[in-house]
């Protein structure tokens, strides 16, 4: 509950509703019959935030606990700060207006490594030191997680320490373990010492990192008995893994709002550029009776008319062709709709296109990622033109007019002619529409290209490869512009200094921790916003430190170089990472994961379990 002084605030700005708790569905404990307080704060608006299915799952294990309370918190817009801040307002909890610097854990959720700037000023707007050196006492504990997480350096002088991996079961063994040296009195490092041997969690200030005179790692040294390698943590069964029955419902719209069913983790496609495609591996599939249960106590419990399947790649489910009419026995009588996204244009069966077309048609989305074969080869995206385009003949004669085809820029090995292969593609779409006897009546196409810059990112086999610059991704954006010669297709794409950034933070080192808080004290804050981005500042901050962006962005790394991230396990062998990486520049494929075994070595962390071939494979 806000006190009068938070209330106050409200009058002064945009969407207060962001900033007063209440939903329905939110949960509100008694605090005398709790003993441990967990502040889940989003370092981004709230409207991002609560779309995000990880805080709603951290949400709901957390407040399951009879002993434990966990509040939401997001990210302030740039009004509701300066009233804080203007009227002396601490960063408080949604659920209670208790200010969050009396906690014992605040987390935050790393999703996008543009978010960084917004963690510091969270922790600033709470009244606490940024730096984790400067915290002195046990309590708050700082923690962290998510998949930027994977390269934790960059962000390490700010955060107590990092859990890696699936957060279900970890995150409960920290709660534990914090509660337990709270209560005796421990101190800050007493407690870290121990939780370093929790599989799962990273303890920075316990590693000590050296450097050669070209600003390479020389070595990383484990101090105080600290695991040598951090091993990620793995929830080995999805049917009994936690999960959620309701979700709090906004006041206000937010980005994804709907309900979401998780109906596995991990990916068996293999495609070379893709971080989540790797660090979530190995496959782990639910059942589709878990599934199907839990999207429907999801809809019943939040009255929401849509719910949306979540995975890497909903049509490699293998009960897609169960679950989806076992869903729609309950979700048509209530005019619910059942949304798939990340479907593959390969794999996309006729009886799938006969279950979609009963439920409102939205436009479809297919990911080709690059406009050439030669290219989809050497990024091993397993996709033909061919299937493209028969994908499209199906969906054109099932009734849809839309469609959404996402690209890559930047790749290694990629060409001129590859991005005039994107808008090529994109106009045999639009042909084939034209061509189709059976397409809608009365209606034209649209196809819409959205074009990412490609970031290298850590345990992918293009970890090693440069970045292109600036110049180089506005030459191609402008090339792709001049290749589109209809109005038929639409094209969006990423503002390249942000992509810089992306791809300086994804590889960084520690060093990077001085630049990150001198932009920040130089007013940088929520950087993923054309609104608030502003280079000029990070250009100065890393001027300050006498450290050029580009040595981590567009510099080509070889095999034998020690990489920030190379102390953490995250299943993935990195002889296999190296061989992936050859191959590309081969254009060779890997066939995927149901096919044949790649030897990735992402099983062996789950006791050789992996739901891509249903077997123990050590």
Known sequence: MLSSKQEKLLKNVQKPARYTGGEFNSVVKDKSKISFRYAL??????????????MKILYGLVNERDDAWCERVFAPWDDMEAEMRKNNVLLY????GDDIKDFDMIGFPLLYELSYTNVLNMLDLAGLPVRSRDRKDLTPLIVAGGPCACNPEPMSAFIDLFMLGDGEEVTHDVIDLLKKHRDAGSTKEEFLKEAAQIKGVYVPSLYDVSYNSDGTIKEVV?????PEKVVKRVVADMDTAYYPDKFVVPFIDIVHDRAVSEIFRGCIRGCRFCQAGFIYRPIREKSFEVANAQSKALCESTGYDEISLCSLSTSDYTQIEKLIPAMFDWALKENINVSLPSLRVDNFSDELMEELQKVRRSGLTFAPEAGTQRLRDAINKNVTEEEVIRTAQKAFAGGWTAVKLYFMMGLPTETMEDIEGIAALAQTVVDTFYRNPDKPKGKGVTVNISVASFVPKPFTPFQWEPQDTRDMLEEKQKHLLESIKTKKIQVSYHESPTSLL??????GDRKLCDVIESAWKRGSKFDSWDEFFNFDNWLAAFAEFGLDPAFYANRKRSFGEILPWDMFDYGIRREFLEKENLKAYRSETTPHCRQKCAACGAARINGGKCDALNQNIL
Not at 93 to 96: A, I, K, P
Not at 222 to 226: F, I, L, M
Not at 502 to 507: D, K, L, N, Q
């Open 41 to 54: 704060c989003f370092p981004d608006d709230y409207e991002i935030g609560m779309s995000h299915l990880g």
């Open 93 to 96: 909890g949604l659920e209670s």
């Open 222 to 226: 484990a101090r105080e008995n600290a």
């Open 502 to 507: 992306e791809g300086v933070f994804a590889r």
